[in-house]
């Protein structure tokens, strides 16, 4: 399953391939890409447990840019 989620307030383009490297890494995600200038995400991820491989996916973000929200 791919989808695509906005970004709130991701301050830089580092931040953002850092966030893209630790979410490629997420067990059961095929593919994901975070576009600091579009501020959105995409995860192709493991359909049956995408709710619990977006929870770590929120969770990683919050360590790389804690004032980041990723509209769900």
Do not use: H, Y
């Amino acid at each position: 399953m791919k989808k695509t989620f906005r970004l709130k307030d991701l301050d830089c383009a580092n931040c953002a391939a850092k966030m893209e490297r630790q979410i490629k890494k997420v067990e059961g995600v095929s593919d994901a890409s975070v576009n600091f200038l579009t501020q959105k995400m995409t995860v192709d991820a493991d359909e049956s447990r995408f709710e619990e491989i977006m929870d770590e996916v929120v969770r990683l973000c919050r360590k790389v840019e804690p004032d980041c929200v990723i509209v769900r």
